[in-house]
């Protein structure tokens, strides 16, 4: 499986873009990178996924650089609610399962 | 958009007692779920992978004969913690593949073992 480093923690000021930094040096060819998120108590939440290029939908932007050794994410405006664990993985397809292993993901703090 | 419902949210038993948790894919089919279980301020471990009508797949270190696993349709997955003992008090996510991409997660168990 490809490993993923992402610092332990971020904060960002309400109103301003988060980006969350993650290595994934190792990613194969064929190896999506995939952000969740995990709000205190719940399940993790699907953000955005990627290949190749830049992804972007309602929640977030995904920037992946052109060795795909290394990607962001971008929350435009962060908001309070913003604030949780985020986690940058990426998928593997052993034997066609697509289990997802999570590292310790970066546990951001909006403050207002 | 696609929903996985987790039941109970939480639960509190005794020492020695057995628990279920229940998974479902409301909307959509799934072959395959996903078993995790999270300790405070950690994160989320791969417990095994349910397959419908075969056998699941544990990962290392992972007891097959305390934490039973059924998933007997399509949309529905069952993890039993058997004999559970308080070091057994954890969070426990399941999540469900739609698809050949989408995996969506369940809102999680909470697990007090008293």
Known sequence: ?112 | GAVVSQHPSWVICKSGTSVKIECRSLDFQATTMFWYRQFPKQSLMLMATSNEGSKATYEQGVEKDKFLINHASLTLSTLTVTSAHPEDSSFYICSAVEGTQSLHFGNGTRLTVT
């Open chain 1, 1 to 112: 499986d490809a490993k993923t480093t992402q610092p332990p923690s971020m904060d960002c000021a309400e109103g301003r873009a988060a980006n969350l930094p993650c290595n994934h040096s190792t990613i194969s060819g064929n190896e999506y990178v995939y952000w969740y998120r995990q709000i205190h108590s719940q399940g993790p939440q699907y953000i955005i996924h990627g290949l190749k290029n830049n992804e972007t939908n309602e929640m977030a932007s995904l920037i992946i650089t052109e060795d795909r050794k290394s990607s962001t994410l971008i929350l435009p405006h962060a908001t309070l609610r913003d604030t949780a664990v985020y986690y940058c993985i990426v998928r593997v397809v052993p034997g066609g399962a697509q289990k997802l292993v999570f590292g310790q993901g970066t546990r951001l703090t909006i403050n207002p």
